[in-house]
């Protein structure tokens, strides 16, 4: 079940930058971690970036540090991932998601998740 809407993504060429946006409950944003994951074609889900309940503490995967933000703004119940320097490698499918961690180094992670945004298909050319 989607609870929580997701805006953003699309084309991109390397070089350039998006912003992912995704809309939950006060609630949800209140008493959970948020968690930005993407799936690319033919491989797993992997996290992305996650902030803690507080929005605190940032956690950023390897492959996107210094080229990912998160962050989110309490005013509008909204969680961004704002992508730097795109690379083709980072074409996927991109899920926000309410978990009880902002990071867990468990490659099913994101199975302890809920609150799953719809998806937003991010798509970066060479």
């Known amino acids: 079940q989607v609870q929580a809407v997701q805006t953003g993504g699309g084309l991109a060429q390397a070089g350039d930058s998006l912003r992912l946006s995704c809309v939950v409950s006060?609630?949800?944003?209140?008493?959970?971690?948020m968690v930005w994951f993407r799936q690319p074609p033919g491989k797993e889900r992997e996290f992305v970036a996650g902030?803690?309940?507080?929005?605190?503490?940032?956690y950023i995967a390897e492959f996107a540090k210094g080229r990912f933000t998160i962050s989110r703004d309490n005013a509008k119940n909204t969680l961004y991932l704002q992508m730097n320097s795109l690379k083709p490698e980072d074409t996927a499918v991109y899920y926000c998601?309410?978990?009880?961690?902002?990071?867990?180094?468990?490659?099913?992670?994101?199975?302890?998740?809920?609150?799953w945004g719809q998806g937003t298909q991010v798509t970066v050319s060479s």
């Open positions: 998601a309410a978990c009880p961690r902002a990071y867990d180094s468990s490659r099913s992670y994101f199975e302890e998740c809920d609150s």
């Open positions: 006060r609630r949800t944003l209140a008493d959970n971690a």
């Open positions: 902030l803690n309940r507080a929005g605190l503490s940032a």
